[in-house]
Protein backbone atom coordinates (compact mmCIF):
# COMPACT_ATOMS: atom_id res chain seq x y z
CA UNK A 1 0.00 0.00 0.00
CA UNK A 2 1.18 3.67 -0.57
CA UNK A 3 2.16 5.65 2.28
CA UNK A 4 2.21 9.23 2.16
CA UNK A 5 6.00 11.25 2.10
CA UNK A 6 5.07 12.86 5.29
CA UNK A 7 4.24 9.89 7.03
CA UNK A 8 7.08 7.76 6.02
CA UNK A 9 9.23 10.76 6.95
CA UNK A 10 7.98 11.02 10.33
CA UNK A 11 11.55 11.93 12.44
CA UNK A 12 12.59 9.47 14.31
CA UNK A 13 14.54 10.99 16.56
CA UNK A 14 15.58 14.69 18.09
CA UNK A 15 18.13 15.42 15.35
CA UNK A 16 15.32 14.88 12.34
CA UNK A 17 13.54 17.57 13.73
CA UNK A 18 13.69 20.61 11.67
CA UNK A 19 13.43 24.16 12.58
CA UNK A 20 12.90 23.45 16.14
CA UNK A 21 15.94 23.82 17.70
CA UNK A 22 14.81 25.89 20.52
CA UNK A 23 12.46 23.24 21.51
CA UNK A 24 14.64 20.18 21.03
CA UNK A 25 17.76 21.56 22.61
CA UNK A 26 15.31 22.21 26.17
CA UNK A 27 14.02 18.84 25.94
CA UNK A 28 17.08 16.99 25.33
CA UNK A 29 18.91 18.55 28.31
CA UNK A 30 15.89 18.57 30.70
CA UNK A 31 15.94 14.63 29.99
CA UNK A 32 20.00 14.15 30.66
CA UNK A 33 19.38 16.20 33.73
CA UNK A 34 16.80 14.24 34.55
CA UNK A 35 14.25 17.04 35.42
CA UNK A 36 11.32 16.99 33.06
CA UNK A 37 8.44 18.34 33.73
CA UNK A 38 4.92 16.50 34.00
CA UNK A 39 2.73 18.68 31.68
CA UNK A 40 3.78 20.01 28.33
CA UNK A 41 1.89 22.62 26.33
CA UNK A 42 3.17 22.23 22.54
CA UNK A 43 1.67 25.03 20.61
CA UNK A 44 1.84 26.09 16.84
CA UNK A 45 0.33 25.87 13.72
CA UNK A 46 -0.11 22.45 11.89
CA UNK A 47 2.91 20.45 10.67
CA UNK A 48 5.23 21.74 12.31
CA UNK A 49 6.55 18.63 13.77
CA UNK A 50 4.24 18.69 17.55
CA UNK A 51 2.83 15.65 17.30
CA UNK A 52 6.25 14.23 15.67
CA UNK A 53 8.50 15.47 18.48
CA UNK A 54 5.37 14.50 21.38
CA UNK A 55 6.59 10.55 19.82
CA UNK A 56 9.81 11.09 19.75
CA UNK A 57 9.81 12.77 23.31
CA UNK A 58 7.58 10.00 24.64
CA UNK A 59 10.41 7.15 23.43
CA UNK A 60 13.31 9.16 24.91
CA UNK A 61 12.26 8.89 27.98
CA UNK A 62 11.22 5.45 28.39
CA UNK A 63 14.30 4.51 26.44
CA UNK A 64 16.72 2.30 28.12
CA UNK A 65 20.35 3.30 25.43
CA UNK A 66 22.41 6.40 26.44
CA UNK A 67 21.66 8.14 22.82
CA UNK A 68 17.77 8.47 23.73
CA UNK A 69 15.70 7.69 21.67
CA UNK A 70 17.91 4.67 20.06
CA UNK A 71 14.71 3.57 18.77
CA UNK A 72 16.08 -0.11 18.53
CA UNK A 73 15.47 -1.15 22.59
CA UNK A 74 12.49 -3.06 23.63
CA UNK A 75 10.84 -0.04 25.01
CA UNK A 76 11.53 1.90 21.66
CA UNK A 77 10.73 -1.02 19.20
CA UNK A 78 7.59 -1.41 21.72
CA UNK A 79 6.27 1.92 21.07
CA UNK A 80 7.46 2.19 17.09
CA UNK A 81 5.08 -0.60 16.83
CA UNK A 82 2.17 1.30 18.30
CA UNK A 83 1.67 -1.84 21.28
CA UNK A 84 2.39 -0.04 24.53
CA UNK A 85 -0.54 0.96 25.96
CA UNK A 86 1.34 3.38 28.58
CA UNK A 87 1.77 5.77 25.59
CA UNK A 88 -1.99 7.07 25.21
CA UNK A 89 -2.79 9.59 22.43
CA UNK A 90 -6.15 11.11 22.27
CA UNK A 91 -7.40 13.13 20.07
CA UNK A 92 -9.53 15.63 21.34
CA UNK A 93 -11.37 17.23 18.28
CA UNK A 94 -13.91 13.57 18.76
CA UNK A 95 -12.76 12.81 22.60
CA UNK A 96 -14.05 16.02 24.44
CA UNK A 97 -16.71 15.49 26.62
CA UNK A 98 -16.08 14.82 30.57
CA UNK A 99 -16.54 11.46 29.73
CA UNK A 100 -13.64 10.58 28.11
CA UNK A 101 -11.42 12.74 30.45
CA UNK A 102 -12.92 10.89 33.23
CA UNK A 103 -12.01 7.37 31.94
CA UNK A 104 -9.05 9.04 31.01
CA UNK A 105 -8.06 10.16 35.11
CA UNK A 106 -9.46 6.46 35.67
CA UNK A 107 -6.49 5.03 33.74
CA UNK A 108 -4.10 7.12 35.04
CA UNK A 109 -4.23 6.27 38.13
CA UNK A 110 -2.39 2.94 37.26
CA UNK A 111 1.28 2.55 36.82
CA UNK A 112 2.79 1.71 33.57
CA UNK A 113 2.91 -1.99 32.95
CA UNK A 114 6.44 -2.09 31.36
CA UNK A 115 8.02 1.49 31.73
CA UNK A 116 8.89 4.70 33.29
CA UNK A 117 6.81 6.62 32.16
CA UNK A 118 3.09 7.15 31.35
CA UNK A 119 2.33 9.32 28.15
CA UNK A 120 -0.70 11.08 27.29
CA UNK A 121 -0.53 12.47 24.30
CA UNK A 122 -4.04 14.96 24.00
CA UNK A 123 -4.10 17.06 20.21
CA UNK A 124 -6.02 19.40 19.29
CA UNK A 125 -6.14 20.50 22.95
CA UNK A 126 -8.36 23.52 22.59
CA UNK A 127 -11.39 21.35 21.65
CA UNK A 128 -11.99 20.29 24.78
CA UNK A 129 -15.47 20.87 26.40
CA UNK A 130 -15.24 23.08 29.79
CA UNK A 131 -16.52 20.43 31.50
CA UNK A 132 -13.54 18.68 30.37
CA UNK A 133 -11.31 21.08 31.09
CA UNK A 134 -12.18 20.61 34.68
CA UNK A 135 -11.77 17.55 34.79
CA UNK A 136 -7.92 17.15 33.39
CA UNK A 137 -7.28 20.33 35.70
CA UNK A 138 -7.65 17.99 38.72
CA UNK A 139 -5.31 15.23 36.94
CA UNK A 140 -2.59 18.08 36.02
CA UNK A 141 -2.65 19.48 39.64
CA UNK A 142 -1.64 16.16 41.12
CA UNK A 143 -0.22 14.29 38.74
CA UNK A 144 1.70 10.91 39.56
CA UNK A 145 5.19 10.58 39.60
CA UNK A 146 5.08 8.24 36.38
CA UNK A 147 2.69 10.47 34.82
CA UNK A 148 3.31 13.02 31.64
CA UNK A 149 1.12 14.91 29.61
CA UNK A 150 1.58 16.33 26.46
CA UNK A 151 -0.80 19.07 25.23
CA UNK A 152 -0.69 19.72 21.70
CA UNK A 153 -2.82 22.43 19.96
CA UNK A 154 -3.06 24.88 17.02
CA UNK A 155 -5.05 27.51 19.28
CA UNK A 156 -3.11 27.93 22.62
CA UNK A 157 -5.51 31.18 23.38
CA UNK A 158 -8.84 28.76 23.73
CA UNK A 159 -7.10 27.09 26.37
CA UNK A 160 -8.22 28.47 29.97
CA UNK A 161 -5.54 30.12 31.99
CA UNK A 162 -5.85 27.58 34.76
CA UNK A 163 -4.46 24.76 32.25
CA UNK A 164 -1.57 27.07 30.98
CA UNK A 165 -0.30 28.02 34.05
CA UNK A 166 0.28 24.34 35.02
CA UNK A 167 2.16 23.38 31.79
CA UNK A 168 5.14 24.45 30.68
CA UNK A 169 4.58 25.79 27.28
CA UNK A 170 6.63 25.25 23.92
CA UNK A 171 5.79 27.75 20.75
CA UNK A 172 6.98 25.41 17.83
CA UNK A 173 7.47 28.61 14.74
CA UNK A 174 6.81 27.69 11.32
CA UNK A 175 9.98 26.13 9.05
CA UNK A 176 11.98 28.37 7.30
CA UNK A 177 12.29 28.38 3.26
CA UNK A 178 16.01 27.08 4.08
CA UNK A 179 15.42 23.99 6.48
CA UNK A 180 12.13 23.05 4.42
CA UNK A 181 14.39 23.00 1.17
CA UNK A 182 16.70 21.23 3.28
CA UNK A 183 14.27 18.50 4.83
CA UNK A 184 13.07 18.01 1.20
CA UNK A 185 15.82 17.35 -0.43
CA UNK A 186 17.17 14.86 1.90
CA UNK A 187 13.79 12.87 1.11
CA UNK A 188 14.36 13.46 -2.58
CA UNK A 189 17.50 11.99 -2.04
CA UNK A 190 16.47 8.76 0.04
CA UNK A 191 13.60 8.15 -2.61
CA UNK A 192 16.00 8.51 -5.76
CA UNK A 193 14.03 11.34 -7.20
CA UNK A 194 15.60 14.16 -8.93
CA UNK A 195 14.51 17.41 -8.66
CA UNK A 196 15.62 20.96 -9.62
CA UNK A 197 16.75 23.37 -6.40
CA UNK A 198 14.20 26.08 -7.81
CA UNK A 199 11.45 23.83 -7.69
CA UNK A 200 12.29 22.82 -3.78
CA UNK A 201 12.75 26.86 -3.33
CA UNK A 202 8.82 27.30 -5.41
CA UNK A 203 7.52 24.59 -3.08
CA UNK A 204 9.02 25.94 0.01
CA UNK A 205 7.76 28.94 -0.74
CA UNK A 206 4.00 27.84 -1.07
CA UNK A 207 3.84 26.20 2.51
CA UNK A 208 3.53 29.21 4.68
CA UNK A 209 6.34 27.27 6.70
CA UNK A 210 4.56 23.72 7.43
CA UNK A 211 6.28 20.84 6.74
CA UNK A 212 3.69 18.86 6.26
CA UNK A 213 2.06 21.02 3.47
CA UNK A 214 5.62 21.35 1.95
CA UNK A 215 6.03 16.97 1.76
CA UNK A 216 2.49 16.91 0.02
CA UNK A 217 3.15 19.15 -2.55
CA UNK A 218 6.28 17.38 -2.97
CA UNK A 219 4.46 14.65 -3.56
CA UNK A 220 1.83 15.52 -5.71
CA UNK A 221 4.76 17.30 -8.07
CA UNK A 222 6.77 13.53 -8.00
CA UNK A 223 4.04 11.69 -9.06
CA UNK A 224 3.16 14.09 -11.47
CA UNK A 225 6.40 14.25 -13.33
CA UNK A 226 7.98 11.56 -15.16
CA UNK A 227 11.88 11.50 -14.15
CA UNK A 228 12.68 14.71 -13.00
CA UNK A 229 10.73 17.50 -11.07
CA UNK A 230 11.12 20.63 -12.92
CA UNK A 231 9.88 24.09 -11.64
CA UNK A 232 7.75 24.56 -14.10
CA UNK A 233 5.55 21.01 -13.22
CA UNK A 234 4.95 22.99 -9.45
CA UNK A 235 4.18 26.59 -11.52
CA UNK A 236 1.46 23.81 -13.09
CA UNK A 237 0.80 22.28 -9.92
CA UNK A 238 0.03 24.92 -7.85
CA UNK A 239 -1.45 26.70 -10.24
CA UNK A 240 0.77 29.68 -9.92
CA UNK A 241 2.22 32.85 -12.16
CA UNK A 242 5.55 31.91 -13.15
CA UNK A 243 8.09 34.33 -12.00
CA UNK A 244 9.49 34.41 -14.99
CA UNK A 245 6.38 35.95 -16.62
CA UNK A 246 5.82 37.50 -13.92
CA UNK A 247 8.70 39.53 -14.77
CA UNK A 248 8.37 39.46 -18.43
CA UNK A 249 4.90 40.89 -17.74
CA UNK A 250 5.39 43.45 -14.85
CA UNK A 251 8.78 44.77 -16.96
CA UNK A 252 6.35 45.20 -20.19
CA UNK A 253 4.06 47.09 -17.81
CA UNK A 254 6.46 49.53 -15.93
CA UNK A 255 7.75 49.78 -19.60
CA UNK A 256 4.39 51.28 -20.54
CA UNK A 257 4.45 48.81 -23.29
CA UNK A 258 0.99 47.56 -23.78
CA UNK A 259 1.23 45.48 -26.70
CA UNK A 260 3.37 43.37 -25.16
CA UNK A 261 1.76 43.23 -21.99
CA UNK A 262 -1.93 42.09 -23.55
CA UNK A 263 0.46 39.52 -25.72
CA UNK A 264 1.44 37.69 -21.84
CA UNK A 265 -1.84 38.40 -20.71
CA UNK A 266 -2.88 36.75 -23.63
CA UNK A 267 -1.10 33.61 -23.48
CA UNK A 268 -1.65 33.71 -19.34
CA UNK A 269 -5.34 32.87 -20.33
CA UNK A 270 -4.53 30.62 -22.93
CA UNK A 271 -2.53 28.10 -20.96
CA UNK A 272 -5.97 28.34 -18.50
CA UNK A 273 -4.84 30.02 -15.46
CA UNK A 274 -6.88 32.20 -12.80
CA UNK A 275 -6.63 35.20 -14.05
CA UNK A 276 -7.30 36.18 -10.28
CA UNK A 277 -3.85 34.73 -9.16
CA UNK A 278 -2.54 36.73 -11.96
CA UNK A 279 -3.82 40.29 -10.51
CA UNK A 280 -2.81 38.63 -6.86
CA UNK A 281 0.70 37.84 -7.86
CA UNK A 282 0.97 40.81 -9.95
CA UNK A 283 -0.15 42.84 -6.93
CA UNK A 284 2.26 40.98 -4.68
CA UNK A 285 5.58 41.45 -7.47
CA UNK A 286 4.69 45.54 -7.28
CA UNK A 287 4.56 45.35 -3.53
CA UNK A 288 7.95 43.80 -3.61
CA UNK A 289 9.36 45.94 -5.76
CA UNK A 290 8.02 48.78 -3.81
CA UNK A 291 9.54 47.41 -0.77
CA UNK A 292 12.94 46.68 -2.69
CA UNK A 293 12.66 51.23 -3.45
CA UNK A 294 12.08 51.85 -0.10
CA UNK A 295 13.89 49.38 2.11
CA UNK A 296 17.39 48.03 2.48
CA UNK A 297 17.26 44.90 4.70
CA UNK A 298 14.97 43.03 2.85
CA UNK A 299 15.37 39.68 3.74
CA UNK A 300 13.03 39.68 6.90
CA UNK A 301 10.08 41.49 4.89
CA UNK A 302 10.40 39.36 1.50
CA UNK A 303 11.37 35.80 1.95
CA UNK A 304 12.55 35.57 -1.75
CA UNK A 305 15.50 33.60 -3.06
CA UNK A 306 18.35 35.97 -3.42
CA UNK A 307 18.42 36.05 -7.14
CA UNK A 308 14.99 36.83 -7.18
CA UNK A 309 15.55 39.76 -5.21
CA UNK A 310 18.53 40.68 -7.70
CA UNK A 311 16.25 40.71 -10.68
CA UNK A 312 13.68 42.91 -8.34
CA UNK A 313 15.98 45.49 -7.41
CA UNK A 314 16.93 46.05 -11.01
CA UNK A 315 13.02 46.43 -12.02
CA UNK A 316 13.30 49.05 -8.97
CA UNK A 317 15.46 50.75 -10.45
CA UNK A 318 13.46 51.31 -13.48
CA UNK A 319 10.34 52.73 -11.92
CA UNK A 320 9.58 55.44 -9.71
CA UNK A 321 7.64 55.47 -6.25
CA UNK A 322 4.79 57.12 -7.83
CA UNK A 323 4.28 55.12 -10.57
CA UNK A 324 4.51 52.49 -8.58
CA UNK A 325 1.79 54.01 -5.92
CA UNK A 326 -0.85 54.31 -9.07
CA UNK A 327 -0.27 50.71 -10.38
CA UNK A 328 -1.10 49.24 -6.85
CA UNK A 329 -3.89 51.60 -6.86
CA UNK A 330 -5.29 50.46 -10.29
CA UNK A 331 -4.29 46.40 -9.54
CA UNK A 332 -5.99 46.88 -6.01
CA UNK A 333 -9.30 48.23 -7.47
CA UNK A 334 -9.36 45.57 -10.31
CA UNK A 335 -8.80 42.82 -7.54
CA UNK A 336 -12.03 44.26 -6.21
CA UNK A 337 -13.79 44.70 -9.50
CA UNK A 338 -13.42 41.36 -10.84
CA UNK A 339 -14.33 39.34 -7.91
CA UNK A 340 -17.78 39.51 -9.25
CA UNK A 341 -17.47 40.43 -13.01
CA UNK A 342 -17.88 37.78 -15.53
CA UNK A 343 -15.73 40.17 -17.90
CA UNK A 344 -12.71 39.55 -15.75
CA UNK A 345 -10.24 39.57 -19.04
CA UNK A 346 -11.60 42.78 -20.07
CA UNK A 347 -11.11 44.44 -16.63
CA UNK A 348 -7.73 43.56 -16.52
CA UNK A 349 -7.29 44.81 -20.40
CA UNK A 350 -8.50 48.10 -19.35
CA UNK A 351 -6.27 48.28 -15.81
CA UNK A 352 -3.12 47.37 -18.14
CA UNK A 353 -3.82 50.19 -20.17
CA UNK A 354 -4.52 52.33 -17.38
CA UNK A 355 -0.89 51.65 -16.10
CA UNK A 356 0.32 51.85 -19.58
CA UNK A 357 -0.82 55.16 -20.52
CA UNK A 358 -2.31 57.50 -17.80
CA UNK A 359 -4.44 59.10 -20.59
CA UNK A 360 -7.03 56.34 -19.92
CA UNK A 361 -6.70 57.43 -15.76
CA UNK A 362 -8.20 60.18 -14.29
CA UNK A 363 -6.53 60.06 -10.78
CA UNK A 364 -3.82 62.65 -9.57
CA UNK A 365 -1.03 60.39 -9.95
CA UNK A 366 -2.47 59.74 -13.40
CA UNK A 367 -2.17 63.68 -14.32
CA UNK A 368 0.84 64.29 -12.20
CA UNK A 369 2.63 61.73 -15.23
CA UNK A 370 0.39 63.44 -18.60
CA UNK A 371 1.86 66.58 -16.89
CA UNK A 372 5.35 64.82 -17.10
CA UNK A 373 5.11 63.52 -20.20
CA UNK A 374 4.15 66.65 -21.82
CA UNK A 375 7.58 68.41 -20.48
CA UNK A 376 9.63 65.56 -21.83
CA UNK A 377 7.97 66.43 -24.85
CA UNK A 378 8.56 69.95 -25.02
CA UNK A 379 12.32 69.28 -23.61
CA UNK A 380 12.99 66.68 -26.53
CA UNK A 381 11.74 69.29 -28.58
CA UNK A 382 8.67 67.75 -29.50
CA UNK A 383 6.58 70.57 -29.63
CA UNK A 384 7.11 73.28 -31.22
CA UNK A 385 5.64 76.47 -29.29
CA UNK A 386 4.21 79.61 -30.72
CA UNK A 387 4.70 82.82 -28.01
CA UNK A 388 1.64 84.55 -27.13
CA UNK A 389 -1.13 82.29 -27.98
CA UNK A 390 -4.51 82.84 -27.11
CA UNK A 391 -5.26 80.24 -24.34
CA UNK A 392 -7.33 80.55 -21.11
CA UNK A 393 -6.41 78.27 -18.09
CA UNK A 394 -9.74 76.52 -18.16
CA UNK A 395 -9.58 75.44 -21.78
CA UNK A 396 -6.24 73.47 -21.00
CA UNK A 397 -7.75 71.57 -17.96
CA UNK A 398 -10.92 70.56 -19.37
CA UNK A 399 -8.89 69.51 -22.51
CA UNK A 400 -9.05 66.19 -22.98
CA UNK A 401 -6.79 66.43 -26.32
CA UNK A 402 -3.23 66.67 -25.30
CA UNK A 403 -0.40 65.60 -26.93
CA UNK A 404 -1.25 62.00 -27.96
CA UNK A 405 1.67 59.76 -29.94
CA UNK A 406 1.23 57.45 -32.30
CA UNK A 407 1.68 53.96 -30.30
CA UNK A 408 -1.31 55.63 -28.05
CA UNK A 409 -3.49 55.70 -31.26
CA UNK A 410 -3.42 52.27 -31.82
CA UNK A 411 -3.42 50.92 -28.37
CA UNK A 412 -6.87 52.61 -28.38
CA UNK A 413 -7.97 51.09 -31.59
CA UNK A 414 -7.17 47.79 -30.85
CA UNK A 415 -8.70 48.49 -27.41
CA UNK A 416 -12.11 49.37 -29.40
CA UNK A 417 -11.50 46.30 -32.25
CA UNK A 418 -11.64 44.00 -28.98
CA UNK A 419 -13.97 45.27 -27.02
CA UNK A 420 -16.46 45.75 -29.92
CA UNK A 421 -18.64 43.29 -29.95
CA UNK A 422 -18.83 43.38 -26.12
CA UNK A 423 -20.14 47.21 -27.11
CA UNK A 424 -22.67 45.66 -29.68
CA UNK A 425 -23.96 42.93 -27.07
CA UNK A 426 -24.73 45.47 -24.41
CA UNK A 427 -26.04 47.81 -26.57
CA UNK A 428 -28.90 44.71 -28.23
CA UNK A 429 -28.96 43.72 -24.31
CA UNK A 430 -29.88 47.25 -23.22
CA UNK A 431 -33.96 47.15 -21.76
CA UNK A 432 -34.13 50.83 -21.86
CA UNK A 433 -33.50 51.32 -25.51
CA UNK A 434 -36.34 49.95 -27.53
CA UNK A 435 -34.11 50.65 -30.68
CA UNK A 436 -31.21 49.28 -29.12
CA UNK A 437 -31.40 45.68 -31.49
CA UNK A 438 -31.78 47.57 -34.41
CA UNK A 439 -28.82 49.86 -33.53
CA UNK A 440 -26.48 47.02 -32.72
CA UNK A 441 -27.17 45.38 -35.94
CA UNK A 442 -26.88 48.47 -37.75
CA UNK A 443 -23.01 49.44 -35.77
CA UNK A 444 -22.20 45.57 -36.74
CA UNK A 445 -21.81 46.97 -40.38
CA UNK A 446 -19.05 48.97 -38.88
CA UNK A 447 -16.22 48.33 -41.31
CA UNK A 448 -12.83 50.51 -39.67
CA UNK A 449 -11.95 52.05 -36.27
CA UNK A 450 -9.86 55.27 -36.37
CA UNK A 451 -8.61 56.96 -33.61
CA UNK A 452 -7.45 60.87 -33.76
CA UNK A 453 -6.87 62.37 -30.16
CA UNK A 454 -10.41 62.22 -28.39
CA UNK A 455 -12.02 61.58 -31.66
CA UNK A 456 -13.21 58.07 -32.45
CA UNK A 457 -14.13 57.13 -36.11
CA UNK A 458 -16.20 54.07 -37.40
CA UNK A 459 -15.56 53.85 -40.92
CA UNK A 460 -18.21 51.86 -43.29
CA UNK A 461 -18.00 50.79 -46.51
CA UNK A 462 -20.12 52.80 -49.38
CA UNK A 463 -22.58 49.34 -49.55
CA UNK A 464 -23.36 49.76 -45.90
CA UNK A 465 -24.04 53.62 -46.06
CA UNK A 466 -27.42 53.04 -45.59
CA UNK A 467 -26.69 51.87 -41.91
CA UNK A 468 -24.60 54.80 -41.46
CA UNK A 469 -27.06 57.14 -42.46
CA UNK A 470 -29.62 55.60 -40.38
CA UNK A 471 -27.28 56.03 -37.45
CA UNK A 472 -25.79 59.25 -38.73
CA UNK A 473 -28.72 61.49 -35.53
CA UNK A 474 -27.52 63.41 -32.88
CA UNK A 475 -29.38 61.33 -29.80
CA UNK A 476 -28.32 57.95 -31.35
CA UNK A 477 -24.66 59.12 -31.35
CA UNK A 478 -24.67 60.13 -28.25
CA UNK A 479 -26.26 57.17 -26.71
CA UNK A 480 -23.61 54.72 -28.67
CA UNK A 481 -20.55 56.83 -27.28
CA UNK A 482 -22.41 56.56 -23.07
CA UNK A 483 -22.82 52.38 -23.58
CA UNK A 484 -18.72 52.94 -25.47
CA UNK A 485 -18.37 54.97 -22.06
CA UNK A 486 -19.64 52.42 -20.01
CA UNK A 487 -17.58 49.21 -21.71
CA UNK A 488 -14.24 50.35 -22.05
CA UNK A 489 -14.68 53.52 -19.73
CA UNK A 490 -12.98 55.98 -21.79
CA UNK A 491 -15.02 58.57 -23.51
CA UNK A 492 -14.43 59.38 -27.09
CA UNK A 493 -16.64 61.70 -29.51
CA UNK A 494 -18.07 59.64 -32.44
CA UNK A 495 -17.86 60.60 -35.92
CA UNK A 496 -19.26 58.42 -38.55
CA UNK A 497 -17.72 58.46 -41.58
CA UNK A 498 -17.35 56.57 -45.31
CA UNK A 499 -14.34 54.76 -46.37
CA UNK A 500 -13.13 57.10 -48.83
CA UNK A 501 -13.70 60.30 -46.34
CA UNK A 502 -10.53 59.02 -44.45
CA UNK A 503 -8.63 61.24 -46.63
CA UNK A 504 -10.39 64.05 -45.03
CA UNK A 505 -9.98 63.03 -41.66
CA UNK A 506 -6.16 63.01 -41.97
CA UNK A 507 -6.36 66.60 -43.23
CA UNK A 508 -8.16 66.84 -40.14
CA UNK A 509 -5.65 65.41 -37.93
CA UNK A 510 -3.29 67.72 -38.95
CA UNK A 511 -5.37 70.99 -38.07
CA UNK A 512 -6.17 69.12 -34.95
CA UNK A 513 -2.05 68.54 -34.07
CA UNK A 514 -1.80 72.79 -35.15
CA UNK A 515 -4.44 73.60 -32.52
CA UNK A 516 -2.71 71.25 -30.09
CA UNK A 517 0.49 72.44 -30.11
CA UNK A 518 -0.66 76.19 -29.36
CA UNK A 519 -1.98 75.27 -26.15
CA UNK A 520 1.33 73.99 -25.12
CA UNK A 521 2.91 76.89 -23.57
CA UNK A 522 5.70 77.09 -20.64
CA UNK A 523 3.52 79.51 -19.16
CA UNK A 524 0.66 76.99 -19.30
CA UNK A 525 2.20 73.89 -17.30
CA UNK A 526 3.53 77.02 -14.79
CA UNK A 527 0.00 77.44 -13.78
CA UNK A 528 -0.87 74.02 -13.85
CA UNK A 529 2.04 72.92 -11.65
CA UNK A 530 0.77 75.56 -8.98
N1 LIG B 1 9.80 20.05 12.35
C1 LIG B 1 9.68 18.99 11.53
N2 LIG B 1 10.76 18.27 11.17
C2 LIG B 1 10.65 17.23 10.33
N3 LIG B 1 9.48 16.82 9.79
C3 LIG B 1 8.35 17.49 10.11
C4 LIG B 1 8.40 18.61 10.99
N4 LIG B 1 7.18 19.11 11.13
C5 LIG B 1 6.37 18.35 10.36
N5 LIG B 1 7.07 17.38 9.74
C6 LIG B 1 6.53 16.43 8.74
O1 LIG B 1 5.11 16.60 8.73
C7 LIG B 1 4.45 15.47 9.24
C8 LIG B 1 3.40 15.92 10.24
O2 LIG B 1 4.02 16.54 11.33
P1 LIG B 1 3.36 16.59 12.77
O3 LIG B 1 4.44 16.37 13.77
O4 LIG B 1 2.19 15.65 12.85
O5 LIG B 1 2.88 18.08 12.81
P2 LIG B 1 1.87 18.78 13.82
O6 LIG B 1 1.58 17.83 14.92
O7 LIG B 1 2.61 20.02 14.27
O8 LIG B 1 0.68 19.12 12.99
C9 LIG B 1 5.51 14.62 9.86
O9 LIG B 1 5.23 13.27 9.69
C10 LIG B 1 6.76 14.99 9.09
O10 LIG B 1 6.83 14.27 7.91
MG1 LIG C 1 -0.33 16.93 15.25
ZN1 LIG D 1 15.62 3.01 23.02
Same mark, same amino acid.
Given at each position: MHKALYRTY??? !?? =? =? &? &??QKHIVKTLKNQIENNNISHAYLFCGTRGTGKTSTAKIFSRAINCTNDIKPCNECDSCKFILENKSIDIVEIDAASNNSVDDIRELRESVKYSPTNFRYKVYIIDEVHMLSQGAFNALLKTLEEPPSYVIFILATTEPQKIPATILSRCQRFDFKRVSVKDLVSRMSYICEKENVEIEERALDLIARNSQGALRDALSILEQCISFSEDKVFYNDVVDILGLVNVESLFDISNSIINKDTKSSMKFLNEFILWGKDIKNLVDDLINHFRSIMICKVSDDLDDIISLPDETIAVLKNQANSVEVDDLIRILNILSKTKDDIRFSTNQRILVEIAIMKIAQPIFDDSKEALLKRIEALEDAIENGAVVFRENSDYKTDDLIDKQDTYIPQEIISEEVSLIENSWSKILQNIKN =? @?? !?? @?SVSYASLLSCVKNFKVNGNILYLTFSKDYEFAKNRLYEENIIAYIKDIIKDTIKREFNLRLILDDEIEEVSKEKDEYEEKLYSFVDKEILEIVDK
Open positions: RPQ !NF =D =D &V &VG =D @KT !NA @K
